[in-house]
């Protein structure tokens, strides 16, 4: 099956195959003639399929009889990042460019003047994030009772970074009677519940099993140590005959410290997260897409969506912490029938998210050697070394520094200041303990070495507990 078997216009198809390609993905198969017919679609796809395409070249079809009006839309496509709605903003603008359709981008980091001004001119489509759309909404820049079209993309993303409130509050503003595209790269049971409050008798499309990699890219395993992390990660850069790759951290900081370490090592490489101004994200992506950057090291804010053509490599410097954040890192490569590679560094403590990980995808990722150097083998979940076990609940740094100036310290600061003074019916006081007690009653370095005679508060009865009751007079 070609795109002209699909029932799109010419001027599309001629789009179409100015940008190179010639057969329909599985998804594009399924949801574009349903899109053509004005129905509701429910997609499930995973990434690096053509999903925006699926719904950018029917609506371009749809879109082209009718004009905007002034802040009314025609339609409306929400996206979880900034950097999602930007690149779905360059497909309407590869596949459209023989329609004269006007569009708006709404993203944070972007001057409210400028995007007021495209609003007040009309726009066929607007392309916004939630947090955005509704600031323009309360400044009363744009009414939403004229979209026909509704698309929700990447609609786990937005669950997953707490969107869904303000994405219900988006479409209660909207007219009933509209067509959804609603769009996920994973369908689970809470997915499917809010894609029933959103579509009416939808057509749904699935073409891969969900939060399932893709099959062209190869996934490797390095088992690591805190201490040589960075050293593998070069060694595996300079032996992989990496082209470029984009090298996933767990957190913003993280992703700042890394990069300047692999550029103080002579290697390309920027860095790019959510808390870095607009103007920077977008200038240091279209580098990184241009080949002018051989090494992207980021936050998972570039896990989901971006299509970069020809990336050879994703690095996985720390293991994801939700299982299906690894298969949308990983699908960053092998994209368009080319093959990718994927390698994980893993150290012991990530053995609980490797678990759910391989749980996820249905195998084993096989284990990779680096020569040269020291590595662990990455164990099961409940089979962490005693040395890498976490420090028990109440065990502070202070205790582990050791020493018997800080012991002794210790134990005079648990020592009552004055001792109180027996009186008469008070019990007999306790003798001190022999030296070969005393160092029992020492605080061990691990609650396992408590000894027997531990002296808890309720050990010393405070003497006023003991003093005679005075008989009470009427």
Do not use: W
């Not at 669950?159 to 790269?185: C, H, K, N, Y």
């Not at 890192?329 to 759910?356: N, P, Q, V, W």
């Amino acid at each position: 099956m070609g795109f002209q078997d699909l029932g799109l216009g010419p001027e599309v198809l001629k789009a179409v195959s100015d940008a190179g390609y010639t057969q329909p993905t599985p998804i594009q198969e399924q949801a574009v003639p349903y899109v053509l017919m004005g129905r509701d679609v429910l997609g499930t796809a995973q990434t690096g399929t053509g999903k925006t395409a699926s719904f950018t070249l029917p609506m371009i079809d749809i879109l082209a009889a009718g004009k905007a009006k002034a802040r009314m839309p025609r339609s409306l496509i929400l996206e979880p990042t900034r950097e999602l709605a930007d690149q779905v903003s360059k497909n309407f603008e590869t596949y459209g460019k023989y329609h004269k359709l006007s569009m708006a981008l709404l993203i944070g980091g972007v001057s409210f003047g400028d995007q007021e001004r495209k609003l007040d001119r009309g726009v066929d489509v607007l392309i916004a994030t939630p947090g955005r759309l509704l600031d323009h909404f309360e400044r009363g820049k744009v009414m939403l009772s004229g979209v026909k079209i509704l698309v929700i993309d990447e609609a786990d993303r937005m669950m997953d970074m707490g969107f869904i409130p303000d994405v219900e509050r988006i479409v209660g503003l909207l007219p009933p009677i509209r067509q959804t595209l609603f769009f996920s790269a994973t369908m689970s049971p809470d997915m499917r519940r809010l894609a029933d409050k959103f579509l009416s008798n939808p057509r749904e499309v699935a073409v891969a099993p969900p939060a399932s990699p893709a099959a062209l890219v190869q996934q490797f395993l390095v088992s690591v140590t805190r201490d040589n992390k960075r050293d593998v990660l070069r060694q595996l850069i300079r032996s992989e005959n990496v082209k470029n790759a984009l090298i996933f951290c767990n957190r913003k900081r993280d992703v700042d410290i890394l990069a300047k370490s692999l550029l103080k090592h002579g290697l390309d490489a920027a860095a790019l997260h959510g808390d870095m101004a607009q103007s920077s994200r977008m200038e240091t992506l279209a580098r990184f897409k241009a080949g002018e950057l051989a090494l992207l090291v980021c936050s998972d804010v570039a896990a989901r969506g971006l299509d970069i053509q020809g990336l050879s490599h994703v690095f996985n410097f720390d293991v994801p912490m939700h299982a299906e954040d690894y298969v949308h890192r990983i699908g960053r490569t092998g994209r368009a029938g080319l093959t990718g590679r994927s390698l994980t560094l893993a150290t012991r403590e990530d053995s609980k998210y490797l678990s759910a990980i391989v749980k996820l995808i249905g195998k084993d990722i096989p284990p990779m050697a680096v020569d040269g150097l020291v590595v662990e083998t990455v164990e099961t979940a409940d089979a962490a070394a005693p040395s890498e076990r976490p420090r028990q609940h109440g065990q502070s740094k202070r205790r582990s520094r050791g020493g018997k100036g800080g012991r002794q310290q210790s134990e005079q600061r648990r020592e009552p200041q004055h001792a109180p003074q027996p009186i008469a019916s008070a019990p007999a006081e306790v003798p001190p303990p022999p030296p070969s007690e005393k160092k029992r009653r020492e605080r061990p370095r691990h609650r396992d070495d408590l000894g027997p005679n531990v002296v808890g508060l309720g050990d010393h009865m405070p003497a006023f507990l003991t003093r005679p009751v005075r008989p009470f007079k009427e």
